[in-house]
Every structure is written in structure tokens, then in C-alpha cells.
């Protein structure tokens, strides 16, 4: 690569040059534990953009003298890791310092024969798999293949490791170095990062490429050159919050003119269409929920529609999924629910489930009582059977308590008359 990238130039070499994750890379931690003993495992590294994932598998490989081999599952296929693994297999004798190391980047993009493909290497200890993602492995990964492999989840870069990434850069790099630039505030460029390490130091050589040598970038200037209308945001990053929390609250007042008055500020601030989006997705079923449970499909849908059009015309679903959930009843009782619920786990702990229950797919497990007297619903007259589902512990604990919206009073009264008939019936 002649001319590559800043953040490829600076791309840490070792683990003590690494930034953030240090859940992962502190002494003792698992990914140190790994490169000290030089016992690397098959993996999974979980996590957003821009957050070390492909820099910490070179760092394992370089670190435990592992050959390296790295493909994209956006471009590669069965073929090539087919060639990968009979080479590694075939090899084996060359790879003196043990398995080579298969680093597949987007893993959640191969296919089910794909992923099925992996599992022989693995299994074998022909290779060592690490995969990164920045989907739930749970929902992408085969059940085989994850069941093989350790899942370490990365985070968004906190805004302290950002600023060091940025001075290493002002300072270590020599293209950006010899500038002389100074950044005495880069809250403003930590803030559009929003986490992510590799578009910070896109955003720096953007600066690099426009000022003047020796410059020195306030925010006002910063956003001059990078060409955003984002009003500068203090250091506490008030603002932005400010400006998130005044938009829900709106919404969960049913106040759609403020709501879309503070949808617009954001807007206009710059702020990324997909964290409203996701604010919004929470809002529904949060402060809309049972009481319109419509809400929820609406945010997703909206999110979907945002992420496919992206701005400026991103503003229209998102105007009128924030008008909707406005105008909608509002009901919190599913998330009082499940805090309830949460709360009653932490003191209780896991109560044995009622065997009545238990599911029984042995023999032994029938013998045993499992699954005896259960009642099926749908047997029974609106598929409400007169039975206790809690544990004996907690018989007539409530954690749902219906909201006062006309569906929820609806719904709740239906299942109410349903089991008073059950008891009455089995009198």
C-alpha cells in the first residue's frame, strides 16, 4: 500500500501500544493471558466499528509468532478458506510455533455451508478461528461453530481513549506530525467519532489534508473544515443529551410540536439519524408499549427505512415516527414488569420452574414427574387453564400491573373472566 490511511499507519503492533478494551487486555485479562502464554484459542471478538477488532487478532498473531491468515466474508468464500485449511492441515510441520491463525473479518456474513465449512479446522487444531463481528454472535453464528469458540465483546472507545489516540497521532505519525497542528479542544472531534477509533483518525486527516501548517483547530474551525453545521457541544457533552432527553420526554408527554421541534434541533446538530432511531425504538416500548404495541413495528420499521436512505431525506420517516409515537396512548407497564421481575430474581434467586412445567424428552425425565397434570391451554375455554405457572415461592406475586389505556384494560379483563370461569368450572 503506497499511501495508506492514517489509521493503518498507526495501527498498534503490540498490546502495550493497543488502546481501550482494557476488560480484555489488561494483565491477567483473557486476550494478555493468551499472548504471555502464547496459547491463543479460536474466538469471536463481538463488537461496534472502529473498536480493535482486527488490530487485537494481527496483535495475537505477531505476539504468539502464529502465521497470519486474514480474508473478508464480504469477498471470500468456501473455496478460499477450503485452501486456507488444507494448506494449514498439509502443513503442519512448517507452523513450528503451533496453528496458524485464520482471521475472518464480517464472520456473520458466510452462510450456514460456510460457517459448517470451518468447524473440521477447528475441531482438528488445524487453525486457530477468529472471527470478527459486529453482529450478536448468538443470532449469526452457527450453534456448532460459536459452541467451539470463545465470544469476547469489544466496546465503543470511551472519549479518554480517543483523545489518546488523537495525541499519538498529532505526535507519532510523521505525515501528520510534521504539520505542527494543534488541537487545544478535541471534545467536538471525539464527539463525532461517537466511539469508533478508525473515524477519528479519519476525521484528523480530513484536518490534515485542509488546514495550514501549524494551524491551530478550535472546534469552530474543526467543523468549518469538516464541513458540519454541529453547533460546538461543551465538554461534558451537555447538549447532546440535553437535546436526546428533551426529545423523549416530549414524546412521552404526547407534545408531537415539541417533539419534532427538538427532532429538528438534532437534526440540524448533526446528530446520526440511527441513534434516534434507536432512541425511539426504546421509546416505544418503553412509554408507548402495551398501550400500542403498533409502536414498537413502527420504530423498527423506521430505523430500516433510515438506514437504507439515509439524510436528508431520512427526516420524513423520522418526523412521522415521532408524530405517531406522540399522538399514541402511553403505557410503561411492560417496563415496570420486567424490573419487577429482575428485582424479584436478584432476592429469590433461580426458583426450581413447577414440574408441572418441565419439559420431558426422556424417558427417565417422565418417570420422574415431569411435565405430569400439566393443562394444556388450548384445550380450555379461551386457552386459559385453571393452573399456576409460578414457582410455588412466589403463587399470586404480581408483576404486571395493566396500564389504564383502553387496550390494556380490555385485554386485562378478558384474561381475568377467563380464569374465574377455569376456577369456577373445576369447582
Not at 493471558?33 to 466499528?49: A, C, D, E, F, K
Not at 471470500?76 to 510455533?97: C, Q, Y
Request: proline letters at 6%.
Amino acid at each position: 500500500m503506497n499511501n495508506p490511511p492514517l489509521a493503518e499507519r498507526l495501527r498498534p503492533k503490540s498490546l502495550e501500544e493497543f488502546v481501550g478494551q482494557e476488560h480484555l487486555t489488561a494483565p491477567g485479562k483473557p486476550i494478555e493471558y493468551m499472548i504471555r502464554t502464547g496459547q491463543p484459542v479460536s474466538m469471536i471478538l463481538w463488537g461496534p466499528p472502529g473498536s480493535g477488532k482486527t488490530t487485537l487478532a494481527e496483535i495475537i498473531a505477531r505476539s504468539c509468532q502464529r502465521t497470519f491468515f486474514s480474508i473478508s466474508a464480504v469477498s471470500a468464500g468456501l473455496r478460499d478458506v477450503r485452501e486456507i485449511l488444507d494448506r494449514a492441515a498439509n502443513e503442519r510441520g512448517i507452523f513450528s510455533a503451533g496453528a496458524p491463525i485464520l482471521f475472518i473479518d464480517e464472520i456473520h456474513r458466510f452462510n450456514k455451508t460456510q460457517q459448517d465449512g470451518l468447524l473440521h479446522g477447528v475441531e482438528r487444531g488445524h487453525i486457530v478461528l477468529i472471527g470478527a463481528t459486529t453482529e450478536n454472535p448468538s443470532f449469526e453464528i452457527n450453534k456448532a461453530l460459536l459452541s467451539r469458540m470463545h465470544v469476547y465483546v469489544l466496546h465503543a472507545l470511551e472519549p479518554d481513549h480517543l483523545k489518546k489516540l488523537l495525541a499519538r497521532a498529532l505526535a507519532h505519525d510523521q505525515k501528520i506530525a510534521s504539520l505542527g497542528l494543534k488541537i487545544p479542544d478535541a471534545e467536538v472531534l471525539v464527539r463525532m467519532a461517537d466511539g469508533d477509533g478508525r473515524k477519528l483518525l479519519s476525521l484528523l486527516e480530513i484536518l490534515a489534508m485542509n488546514a495550514v501548517p501549524g494551524e491551530t483547530l478550535t472546534p469552530e474551525r474543526c467543523l468549518e473544515i469538516l464541513q458540519r453545521k454541529t453547533p460546538y457541544h461543551d465538554k461534558t457533552g451537555e447538549d447532546h443529551y440535553n437535546l436526546i432527553s428533551a426529545f423523549i420526554k416530549s414524546v412521552r408527554n404526547s407534545d408531537a410540536d415539541a417533539a419534532v421541534y427538538y427532532l429538528a434541533r438534532m437534526l440540524d446538530a448533526g446528530e446520526d439519524p440511527l441513534f434516534i432511531c434507536r432512541r425511539l425504538i426504546i421509546l416505544a416500548a418503553e412509554d408507548v408499549g402495551l398501550a400500542n404495541p403498533t409502536g414498537l413495528v413502527m420504530a423498527n420499521s423506521t430505523f430500516e427505512a433510515v438506514e437504507k436512505i439515509g439524510m436528508p431525506e431520512a427526516r420524513i420517516p423520522l418526523s412521522m415516527c415521532t408524530i405517531y409515537l406522540a399522538q399514541s396512548p402511553k403505557s410503561n407497564s411492560a417496563y415496570t414488569a420486567i424490573n419487577a421481575a429482575l428485582a424479584e430474581v436478584a432476592q429469590s434467586g433461580q426458583l426450581p420452574v413447577p414440574i408441572h412445567l418441565r419439559n420431558a424428552p426422556t424417558q427417565l425425565m417422565k418417570d420422574l414427574g415431569y411435565g405430569k397434570e400439566y393443562k394444556y391451554s388450548h384445550n380450555y375455554q379461551g386457552s386459559v387453564a385453571d393452573q399456576e405457572c409460578l414457582p410455588d415461592q412466589l403463587i399470586g406475586k404480581k408483576f404486571y400491573k395493566p396500564g389504564t389505556n383502553e387496550r390494556e384494560q380490555q385485554s386485562a379483563s378478558r384474561v381475568e373472566r377467563l380464569k374465574a370461569a377455569a376456577r369456577e368450572k373445576k369447582e
